[in-house]
Nanobody
Framework: QVQLVESGGGLVQPGGSLRLSCAAS????????MGWYRQAPGKQRELVAT???????NYADSVKGRFTISRDNAKNTVSLQMSSLKPEDTAVYYC???????????????WGQGTQVTVSS
């Protein structure tokens, strides 16, 4: 199991920016997908962005053009640069690691504890 710790959340005004970081307890070099999900009050957790082992970012339509995901395999981190933030971006943001367990033939999904992002005037 990979331990994930998020940081960088906080309170920002609409139109502002935040950069979230996720530190993994071990190498993420071989982790197929690192990503960010978010959960707003009363809502289900939803995908924000993912990035595969060799790059290839994928974004939810709601954040395309505003958010940028990146991963640094050497530093075992994944980041989410958020710009032009909107009130609807308010949520707890969770770091995710998805990787294939070839021994048990299952897909592992590990999660961080989350970091709060609040976009409000």
């Amino acid at each position: 199991q990979v331990q994930l710790v998020e940081s960088g959340g906080g309170l920002v005004q609409p139109g502002g920016s935040l950069r979230l970081s996720c530190a993994a307890s071990e190498s993420i070099f071989s982790i197929n997908s690192m990503g960010w999900y978010r959960q707003a009050p009363g809502k289900q957790r939803e995908l924000v962005a993912t990035i595969r082992k060799g790059g290839y970012p994928n974004y939810a339509d709601s954040v395309k053009g505003r958010f940028t995901i990146s991963r640094d395999n050497a530093k075992n981190t994944v980041s989410l640069q958020m710009s032009s933030l909107k009130p609807e971006d308010t949520a707890v943001y969770y770091c995710n690691a998805a990787y294939w367990d070839y021994t048990n033939y299952v897909l592992n999904n590990d999660w961080g504890q989350g970091t709060q992002v609040t976009v409000s005037s």
